[in-house]
């Protein structure tokens, strides 16, 4: 692999975020759910520290947990989020959603810069990302897959032994079902899976083992 991944696991509902660049320096984050200051610090001194150009911002989708740092981002590399817009209304109505958690946010989440669609690609430095449309456990969900370093980053669609929840007004649990088989376990066995919460894992080791695709 000639890309390099950062993890930093982010606000209380332990988002992962991901932080992508190679030998370029280019760089690209993935879902910056950093609410938290020391988190939005902990994000900026390494992209600083290692001298790296931030490119794009990515959402796998716009759930509140995944776009608490959005605006942070916008402000202070200038680079706006990239997402599918079929999730926008969480990000509209954020402030209310999160309070039924017992949880307070008042900043606004900025109007996205590109919007994605499945079949779309990002570039940065000398990788290609590929956006694929994975719908269910919210209707704009995207996964990135970059077949060059053989990586998925996958969101809340598909977890290790696990896949995203399917209980919310805009789930669907036969569509999320659908999308994992039809667009993610057909990947090759070893490509590395990245989720949006909890541990990596690989394609093939859930095709084999996840309970939830047998």
């Given amino acids: 692999m000639t890309m390099q991944i950062k993890r930093f696991t982010v606000n209380p509902i332990q988002v992962n975020c991901y932080l992508l660049w190679d030998s370029t320096r280019e760089a690209v984050l ?4 950093a609410w938290q200051p020391h988190e939005r610090e902990q994000i900026k001194e390494f992209i600083n520290h290692h001298n790296l150009t931030l490119k794009h911002h990515l959402n796998t989708h716009l759930h509140f947990d ?5 605006a942070f981002i916008e402000e ?20 209310e959603r999160i309070a039924r958690f017992g949880l307070r946010f008042d900043e606004e989440i900025p ?3 590109r919007i994605l669609h499945d079949g779309d690609e990002i570039t940065f430095g000398n990788q290609t990302i590929k956006a694929i449309s994975v719908p269910g ?13 053989n990586v998925v980053f996958t969101g809340d669609a598909l977890f290790c032994g696990s896949i995203g929840r399917t209980d919310f007004p805009d789930s669907n649990h036969e569509h999320l079902i659908g999308s994992i088989r039809e667009k993610l376990i057909t990947l090759p066995g070893d490509t590395a899976v990245y989720p949006g919460h909890d541990r990596p894992t ?13």
């Fill in 76 to 95: 202070t590399f200038g680079v706006k989020a990239e997402a599918n817009d079929g999730d926008w209304h969480w990000a509209e109505t954020i402030s």
């Fill in 202 to 214: 690989t394609i093939e080791n859930e095709k084999n083992y996840n309970m939830f695709l047998r």
């Fill in 30 to 33: 993935i879902d910056c759910g």
């Fill in 66 to 70: 995944h776009i608490f740092g959005n």
């Fill in 137 to 149: 456990h919210s209707p704009g969900s995207l996964a990135y897959y970059i077949p060059g370093e």
């Fill in 111 to 113: 109007p996205l810069g």
